[in-house]
């Protein structure tokens, strides 16, 4: 077997991308992250990418972007042991897993013991493709394009999503870093807003992560006073038919497990889950 770890995010996907395709609804974020990274949508302090073949063929890939957990994708145990054992040699410092279940619980166990440390999981997540919207009802109002005038609105719903979320979270909700992202997202018109009766925006959903052939709906967030109305359903709805209308063969979304309702609703619209993400993290 063969370990290799990549000075530049374009080496990596030109490598690996067919592995990646293979499984391209699966692989949405590997793909999407890489994509962000390339046109510049995203900046981090450091990203790892690697891999390892077997006879010629790439049977494991890995991505972390600093300080974000490994993400992580193998097709066998043997690949994923050898993986392991090389990285761990690196030094680097995991702050937690994420990956299709099996493969981020076999990871995190590996690391725990090694750094002799706790972990827990953090999510439990489904990815879900959707190629064909089915009529479901939504609420009165409308839905828009958001602007720049929504700027602050957005950069604090973001903050509060990822919250809502069961992600961690710090510092200044307003930081230039949060507003310099929204700013991108809106001025490429990835974010999209319910608007109700009364004029006010209740909901947003975003367009996220852009593979191949499809993308990824993200960020869906309603604030507590406005839940239980369907807004998110009709958000979501509006952005997956924006999706499919571009020429896309499939919309994608990431649902939290401990979220039935939500769930259930995308079932409804037309989502299918395809495979269960797990996030683990090392307890502080």
């Not at 896309?248 to 939500?262: K, Q, V, Y």
Request: contains cysteine.
């Amino acid at each position: 077997m063969e370990y290799k770890r990549y000075k530049k995010v374009e080496e990596f996907l030109g490598e690996c991308k067919g592995f990646l395709m293979e499984k391209e609804v699966e692989n949405n974020l590997f793909l999407g992250i890489c994509n962000d990274i390339i046109i510049g949508a995203r900046e981090y302090e450091e990203v790892y990418c690697g891999s390892v073949k077997k006879e010629g063929e790439i049977k494991l890939i890995a991505l972390m972007t600093v300080p974000h957990n490994l993400l992580i994708d193998s097709r066998d145990d043997e690949s994923l042991e050898y993986f392991l054992d090389k990285m761990y040699k690196e030094n680097l410092t995991i702050p937690g897993t994420n990956g299709r279940k099996e493969t981020s619980k076999k990871a995190i166990e590996y690391f725990s013991e090694k750094y002799n440390k706790e972990y827990e999981c953090a999510m439990n997540l489904r990815v879900y493709e959707l190629t064909k919207v089915k009529d479901v009802s939504i609420p009165n109002g409308h839905f828009e394009m958001a602007t720049m005038k929504y700027h602050e609105l957005i950069t604090r719903w973001m903050y509060d999503a990822t919250i809502d979320f069961g992600m961690k979270v710090e510092g200044n909700p307003l930081s230039e870093e949060r507003l310099n992202r929204a700013e991108f997202l809106i001025k490429n018109k990835k974010v999209y807003i319910w608007i109700d009766e009364a004029g006010k925006p209740v909901t947003t959903a975003m367009r996220m992560k852009k593979t191949d052939h499809g993308e990824v709906v993200g960020m869906v967030y309603t604030p507590k006073e406005f839940r239980r109305n369907g807004y998110a359903t009709a958000c979501v709805k509006v952005v997956s038919e924006e999706i499919l209308k571009e020429g896309n063969r499939f919309a994608a979304l990431f649902t939290d497990l401990a979220n039935p309702i939500s769930n259930s609703i995308y079932m409804k619209m037309g989502y299918e889950p395809i495979c269960d993400y797990d996030q683990y993290e090392f307890e502080k």
